[in-house]
């Protein structure tokens, strides 16, 4: 549990930053933008890895919190295609980003309640939980700041399709190859 919880930490610490400590963030970022993006991909990994680590352990003891029914699972792909394309949306700039402000963090919620909706162990409540969690104080603290000046490319109507076109095979390509693979939980058999 220890790896899992400090790979949440980690991950989310770091992701965090502007949430919490949003001069610091400026003050590395200005003394050299390389290296502050080098240290936040680093820490950003170490995170993950030690995620999945503690994943993988904790799933070999469960703690079962709730059960849902199955029929949740059809609840979860259905949620899951809007999640994708909203997480490459960012991207590509077209109206899916003029419409709903932030795209990846909308994603991200969605990605865990839909998990959440079909995953009842101790450790996905915590995973998925937590990640709810930082995205709404995310989207909470980017309303009260002001909006970073960041290059955008022209907003197009064939980005949204882009969007769609991408999300989609991320979409497929998860459900019959990666997550199996990647999570251990493969979606279809």
Do not use: C
């Not at 994708?84 to 949306?89: N, Y």
């Not at 937590?130 to 980017?142: N, Q, V």
């Amino acid at each position: 549990m220890l790896s899992f919880i400090f790979g949440l930490v980690l991950f989310l610490g770091i992701h965090s930053i502007s949430i919490f400590a949003e001069s610091l963030r400026d003050r590395l970022a200005a003394k050299n933008l390389i290296a502050w993006k080098g240290f936040y991909a680093l820490i950003s990994i170490m995170g993950v890895i030690l995620i999945g680590k503690g994943y993988a352990e904790l799933r070999l003891e469960p703690t079962l919190i709730y059960v849902t029914p199955f029929w949740f699972r059809h609840i979860t792909y259905l949620v899951m295609l809007p999640a994708m394309i909203l997480f490459v949306a960012p991207y590509f700039p077209g109206r899916i980003g003029q419409f709903i402000k932030h795209p990846q963090l909308m994603a991200v919620k969605l990605w865990a309640i839909s998990h959440l909706l079909v995953n009842g162990m101790l450790a996905d409540v915590i995973l998925f939980g937590s990640f709810i969690i930082w995205a709404i104080l995310d989207i909470i603290s980017m309303k009260k700041r002001e909006p970073r000046p960041i290059p955008r490319l022209k907003v197009s109507k064939i980005n949204d399709l882009i969007s769609v076109v991408i999300g989609i095979a991320l979409a497929v390509v998860m459900i019959f190859f990666l997550h199996g693979k990647l999570i251990g939980m493969p979606l279809l058999g």
